[in-house]
């Protein structure tokens, strides 16, 4: 690992609607490759790399229950959405000339690996993206709250939750213009405040098992290089 990168291994939350650009549904093309060459620059600098998707950009299970779907059926549609996502992640990273692995929590073997922990921890070793898909396998739970278990049980060390603002602030920096950004929070706080970062059960986990969270705008070109740098970009929660 060169001495000016900080973290061996990382593991990435990409929410759905991060892969739609400007439109209000599936994948922009565009928008999927830049995010797969991103994440290449920060593979090849010596990171270890995991990324969760998230599957908002097509289906949500409580979107579709509000309609009403059963909600356990609407969340395995959502799941299913993730797995879609992380194809077409795999796809791009492939394209784009690094190796990825798409692993998901559901089985889909005619598409995809099973998540099987030691194997993703030797795909990591061996210099591929591992595409974390199908959140946990279980309704009722978000992405977000996979992200922060596959981080745990794959031992990253630092878990890092990609946005469309800079980081963490008092309130919607969009909609009220005395919102305050935050450098530095601690799990409790985040719980406390309720603030918007990522559900409650993610942060718990992230608390009780010590690894830490930054949050940063992946619209800013560099980002996560910056970051695995060692630069304070965003809000760190530990
Ligand atoms: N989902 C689920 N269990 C999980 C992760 C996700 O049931 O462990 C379902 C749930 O319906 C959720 C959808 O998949 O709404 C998409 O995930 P999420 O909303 O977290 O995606 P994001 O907001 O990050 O795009």
Same mark, same amino acid.
């Given at each position: ?89 795999? +796809?791009?990273?492939? $394209? #784009?000339?690094?190796?990825?692995? &798409?692993? !998901? =929590?559901?089985?889909?073997? %005619? ?45 990253? +060390?630092?878990?890092? $939750? #990609?946005?469309?603002?800079?980081? &963490?602030? !008092? =309130?919607?920096?969009?909609? %009220? ?62």
């Amino acid at each position: 690992m060169p001495s000016d990168i900080k973290y061996k291994r990382i593991l990435l939350k990409l929410s759905g609607e991060a892969l739609m650009g400007a439109a209000d549904y599936g994948i922009d093309p565009k928008v999927i490759s830049r995010l797969a060459r991103e994440v290449i620059e920060v593979q090849k600098a010596g990171v270890q790399v995991g990324v969760v998707i998230g599957g908002g950009n097509i289906f949500r299970g409580e979107g579709l229950a509000a309609s009403g779907m059963d909600r356990v059926t609407g969340d395995h549609m959502g799941m299913l959405a993730t797995v879609m996502n992380a194809l077409a992640m795999q +796809d791009a990273i492939e $394209k #784009a000339g690094a190796y990825a692995r &798409v692993m !998901s =929590a559901i089985q889909i073997h %005619d598409v995809c690996e099973d998540f099987i922990r030691r194997r993703a921890i030797r795909h990591l070793e061996k210099g591929r993206i591992v595409l974390f898909a199908a959140g946990t396998g279980n309704p009722f739970f978000t992405t977000d709250s996979a992200a922060a278990l596959r981080a745990i049980e794959v031992g990253a +060390d630092l878990l890092l $939750k #990609a946005t469309k603002v800079d980081g &963490v602030y !008092s =309130a919607d920096p969009k909609k %009220d213009p005395t919102a305050q950004r935050y450098d530095k929070l601690s799990y409790a706080e985040v719980i406390q405040r309720n603030l918007q970062v990522m559900d409650t059960t993610a942060i718990a986990l992230c608390r009780d098992n010590k690894i830490p969270l930054r949050v940063y705008d992946m619209g800013a070109a560099g980002g996560l290089l910056r970051i695995i740098k060692g630069e304070p970009v965003g809000t760190l929660v530990a």
